[in-house]
């Protein structure tokens, strides 16, 4: 029951992408996934329209998965933003996207 709003336009340019995540919190843990989670979906909106752009119920395609990149919002040279749906699952944390995009950090579960 979350929602996350994002203004592209207050965006340092020096962004080119936004890369939109889920993770479970501790998964590894507290032995979670997404195929136990009841009723889970991701919708990404464009505010603006109220055009549904992309949605994934959670439990049907990562059913093993604690961590799912959903899709891309990027920067062309233009400074025009374009969506790209990723849907991809991992068995990771929030800690290998964030390495991955070159955040440090200290401590990965």
């Known amino acids: 029951d979350e929602v996350i709003l994002c203004d592209l336009s207050n965006l340092e340019e020096s ?3 936004l ?3 889920v993770t479970i919190h501790d998964a590894v843990a507290r032995r979670q996934n997404f195929g136990q989670v009841d009723n889970i979906y991701i919708r990404i909106v464009d505010q603006d329209t109220e055009q549904e752009l992309q949605r994934y119920d959670l439990k049907e395609e990562f059913s093993t998965e604690t ?3 959903v899709a891309d919002v ?3 040279e233009t400074g025009e933003w374009k969506f790209r749906a990723v849907g991809r699952g991992y068995r990771a944390g929030l800690g290998m996207f964030a390495e991955k995009y ?3 950090v200290a401590e990965r579960a």
């Open 19 to 21: 890369a939109i995540v």
């Open 74 to 76: 990027y920067r062309l």
């Open 67 to 69: 961590a799912i990149h």
């Open 15 to 17: 962004v080119r992408t």
């Open 102 to 104: 070159g955040v440090e």
